[in-house]
Each structure stands twice: as C-alpha cells, then as structure tokens.
C-alpha cells in the first residue's frame, strides 16, 4: 500500500506517520506540505510544495498512490470564516481533486472533528465549514472519501502539538488520560488509535462513511 500524508508535521499527522512507518504492508509514504518532518526512513520520502491549491506541477510525483490521509488543519481561533474556509475548504478540495484525476478511486481520509455540522447551516462556524467540506468530499466521483471525526486526542510516544496553548492541555492531561478514557471512553482517542483506525479504513474501507470517535476506537482496537 502506498500512501500520500497532508500534515504530517501536525500533531495528528505525526502520530498517522508514525503509524504507517511501522505497518509492514504500507510500501511507501509520501509526505506532502509547506515544510519536511526532518524524519529519515526508508518508506518515506517527503515533498516539500509551497503552493498547495496547484499540484500540476508535481503531479507526476503524485501518481501512483493507493491512499491520501489528509490531516492538514488550523485551529479556528482568531480566524475570521473566510481565512478558515480557506485553509479548511479551500486546501482540502485542492488536493482532493487533484489527487483523484492523477489516481482514480483512490481512498482519501479526511481528519474533521467531532460535532462538525453536516447541515452547514449552524452556529458554529468551524462546524459549519468542517460539514462543508465534508460534504464536498463525499460527492467527489473520483475518490473513495470517508470523514474521521475524532473527540479528544491525546498525543502518545513523544509527540507533541505545535500549538504551545494546546501543548501545555496535552502535558496537564496526560496523567488524567486513563481516567478521561474510563469516564468518557467514546469521546477520546489518542494519536496511535487514530493511526490505526485510519490505516484499517485505508486497507479496507468501512461499512460507514463518516467515523465518529466512537468507530474509531473500535477500528483501532479491532486492528491491534
């Protein structure tokens, strides 16, 4: 299995890497984004793209691919919807239709989040956008699409959040993380869940198209 990985310096993205490096059946990781990981493997091999709304220009380095996990997100804090549609919408439907005319039928897991409003008409203007997106994705005829919806995620085996306010929830939370997960087991998950759980939909797809926290964790512990 050859897989294409958007975010991979995230921290969702790291623990997916980190996920597919170790999996003996992924033959190849091509992580694409603005800047590298600074990982060295075998497996992988990295595409640094500054423009990431035209792929015609590497579109040879990204034929070839069974799966694209797309974990590429900013926080919506402080962004005004426009700057948030951008980089949620705008980014995501870019490197969708792309990647599906260079690699038809490919499957393309997108990392979205849990109360993300498929109706698009809500309050919340992170929710709306993520159900837009969502939505888009799932109409594309030339992929396989399925929406992860993860709650809380609690970074596991060093991996770190680049969002220093965030970071600072993680390092507080991670001694609590078996009491969050006996209290509220369907609303938390951690890196090396969604890893798995998103490596079993790209083996095989899933019975649902959108995953909510709870389906991942059950996919994740079914692939352990």
């Not at 797309?70 to 700057?83: C, D, R």
């Not at 938390?188 to 991942?216: C, F, H, P, W, Y």
Request: hydrophobic share 40%; glycine share 8%; net charge positive.
């Amino acid at each position: 299995m050859r897989v294409i990985l958007f975010g991979a310096t995230g921290m969702v993205g790291q623990g997916v890497l980190r996920e597919c490096l170790f999996a003996p059946d992924v033959e190849r990781v091509l992580t694409v984004g603005r800047g590298a990981t600074g990982q060295r493997h075998e497996k992988l091999t990295e595409l640094v793209h500054t423009d990431l709304q035209d792929f015609s220009a590497v579109a040879e380095q990204l034929t070839g691919y069974d799966v694209c996990i797309f974990s590429l997100g900013v926080s919506s804090a402080g962004m005004t919807e426009q700057a948030y549609r951008r980089v949620t919408f705008d980014l995501t439907l870019a490197a969708a239709q792309a990647l599906g005319q260079y690699n038809p039928g490919m499957r393309f897991l997108y990392v979205s989040g849990a109360g993300t409003d498929s109706s698009e008409r809500g309050r919340t203007m992170w929710a709306r956008v993520k159900g837009e997106t969502e939505n888009t994705l799932l109409r594309q005829s030339t992929l396989s699409a399925y929406m992860f919806r993860p709650g809380y995620i609690q970074p596991m085996h060093g991996i770190r959040s680049k969002t220093r306010l965030y970071q600072a929830l993680y390092t507080v939370m991670a001694p609590l993380y078996p009491v969050w997960k006996a209290l509220f087991p369907t609303f938390v998950t951690t890196t090396e869940q969604l890893g798995r759980a998103m490596l079993a939909v790209a083996r095989q797809g899933a019975s649902k198209r959108v995953l909510e926290n709870r389906d991942i964790n059950d996919l994740a512990t079914a692939a352990s």
